[in-house]
Nanobody
Framework: VQLVESGGGLVQAGGSLRLSCVVS??????????YGWFRQAPGKEREGVSC????????YYEDSVKGRFTISSDNAKNTVYLQMDSLKPEDTAVYYC????????????????WGQGTQVTVSS
């Protein structure tokens, strides 16, 4: 399973970015899986940010991003998005998308396939 993230960059505090994760594997049933967004800042452990289950349409968000981040999917494009608004300097991290679980979890141990990550830097 190949996951490719894009959309990261440098933005000022209060700004917005939209991350994309394209899942491209022949025969992979996009609709059967859940997708998570994780982030890892320098010197910190990887943490779950948000997840969505295509199967039951459930969504979850880490407390610090609730009301600011929105996860969505475009099943026709095999793509998962993370819209990030009102960005803060503490959101600075490498953001990863992951899959391999049918259900939505914010714990990385539940996912088996990972993208290479995209850097998000928020300046104050």
């Amino acid at each position: 399973v190949q996951l490719v993230e894009s959309g990261g960059g440098l933005v000022q505090a209060g700004g917005s970015l939209r991350l994309s994760c394209v899942v491209s594997v022949p025969g992979f049933e996009f609709d059967d899986y859940a997708y998570g967004w994780f982030r890892q800042a320098p010197g910190k452990e990887r943490e779950g940010v948000s997840c969505i289950s295509i199967a039951d349409r459930s969504e979850y968000y880490e407390d610090s991003v609730k009301g600011r981040f929105t996860i969505s999917s475009d099943n026709a494009k095999n793509t998962v998005y993370l819209q990030m608004d009102s960005l803060k300097p503490e959101d600075t991290a490498v953001y990863y998308c992951a899959t391999g679980s049918r259900w939505c979890y914010l714990q990385s141990k539940n996912y088996h396939y990972w993208g290479q990550g995209t850097q998000v830097t928020v300046s104050s």
